[in-house]
């Protein structure tokens, strides 16, 4: 995907609940930059920033969801479960 293209999916598109225009290659499900907006989804739930969304969420919910994600998009999302979960463990233990 073209970089000039990453603001958009930066603003609307979520971690947890996908890329709002459907695409694989998704730079933000992808981590190949950062989010950059709360989705509707994810507000309505309480969160309000980007660094709630990562910390808030505990191991077990976050591995859901991403395996979640695995299998609807098909996507390789190993490596990004991996940092997170690294990321979580690190904020837990440390
Ligand atoms: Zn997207
Ligand atoms: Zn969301």
Redesign the pocket.
């Known amino acids: 995907m073209d970089k000039s293209k990453y603001g958009?999916?930066e603003r609307?598109?979520c971690v947890r609940h996908?890329?709002?225009?459907?695409?694989k290659d998704?730079?933000?499900?992808n981590e190949l930059t950062k989010q950059d907006n709360i989705c509707e989804e994810c507000s309505d739930e309480g969160i309000k920033t980007v660094d709630e969304l990562v910390t808030k969420k505990d191991i077990e919910t976050l591995r859901n969801i991403l395996e979640h994600y695995q299998e609807m998009t098909g996507l390789n999302v190993k490596n990004l479960s991996h940092k997170i979960i690294k990321t979580l463990e690190g904020s837990y233990y440390y």
């Open positions: 958009v999916h609307h598109c996908g890329c709002k225009y459907g695409d998704c730079p933000v499900i």
